[in-house]
């Protein structure tokens, strides 16, 4: 009798290193954040821009988007 659903998950290299991308981009997300309470405008504008550049390549690793 076959099973209906697999027992195993297979997730390609690209998907696993979408995953491990989100992690960097939350952080920056973070500390862009902490920057833009601080009145650490400029700072907080590059590092928001590169933390959503980030999420943005890495949603489409994990095939998110």
Known sequence: ???IFPLEIYISDAVFIGFLLLIPGI???II???FLIAKQKKS???ILILSG???LISAGLCGLG
């Open 1 to 3: 009798m076959r099973s």
């Open 27 to 29: 952080l920056l997300f």
């Open 32 to 34: 862009g954040i902490i």
């Open 44 to 46: 907080a504008k590059v």
């Open 53 to 55: 550049c980030l999420l």
